[in-house]
């Protein structure tokens, strides 16, 4: 039987590659890998949880706004008495985080930067207005910022990148389902970004599909991390 990655939290990671499994490529302009189907489909994820997370390189590379932009998704949540937008988190080892990011743009929600305690001062200086700064004692880790997104009431974490932050939670083992989109394409750039685990954390786990979808021209694979069962699999196919 299955167990949550952490007690009474739900995390659940989304990635997006191309068939060589890049998530990029080196040029200057943003690889778009997701179908509109896919990316719909990622705001009903988005509706659904407590809070979304990106690490720092995301905010700095692809300025996301990590909102619900969907009226009736957004009517929807109200509806189940969860707060119009999720809370967006992000992690930083640095600071270096633009003030006028849509980040930390606020439609009622909190914004969370997560980071080393001795950098914490200084940024809740700089981030007073738009952003709780919470430093974080020891090693930066999944498990750790699970654990310090727990203590602020999050239930329901989605996980949507980049890289590093991604193979940090793949690699602890610190989730509970994992979606991967796959564009139809190849990109076949040695040096552009992937997913990396971590060798010396890294597992051999066979992952539950508990199924497959067509969305667009984008293949979307469901994964649950199965704790306690060697192998099993359940394949459904479906086309949007």
């Not at 490529?25 to 990622?42: F, G, K, M, P």
């Not at 497959?212 to 394949?235: C, P």
Request: proline letters at 5%; one cysteine or more.
């Amino acid at each position: 039987m299955s167990t949550p990655a952490v007690a009474r939290m739900r995390i659940h990671l989304s990635a997006a590659c191309s068939i060589d499994g890049y998530m990029d490529d080196t040029s200057q302009r943003r690889l778009v890998l997701s179908s509109a189907e896919d990316l719909l489909d990622i705001q009903r994820e988005r509706a659904q949880c407590d809070a979304i997370l990106v690490g720092a390189g995301t905010v700095r590379a692809d300025n996301p706004r990590l909102s619900v932009r969907e009226p009736q998704l957004v009517e929807e949540r109200i509806r189940n008495g969860l707060s119009p937008q999720p809370v967006k988190v992000t992690v930083t080892a640095s600071g270096d985080l633009d003030p006028e990011a849509h980040f930390f743009q606020s439609n009622g929600q909190e914004n969370i930067v997560l980071c080393p305690a001795p950098i914490a001062g200084a940024l809740r200086s700089r981030y007073a207005r738009s952003a709780t700064v919470i430093g974080m004692e020891g090693p930066i880790s999944a498990r750790a910022i699970a654990h310090t997104l727990q203590r602020k009431g999050i239930r329901n974490l989605f996980v949507e990148g980049g890289g590093r932050v991604l193979s940090m939670f793949l690699s602890e083992r610190i989730y509970d389902h994992f979606r991967l989109a796959i564009a139809p394409f190849f990109v076949g750039d040695a040096g552009a970004p992937r997913l990396r685990l971590l060798p010396h954390l890294a597992s051999h786990d066979r992952l539950v599909v508990r199924q497959v979808r067509l969305l667009g021209d984008t293949t979307v694979i469901d994964y649950d991390l199965a704790r306690g069962v060697r192998w099993q699999k359940v394949s459904t196919l479906s086309a949007n």
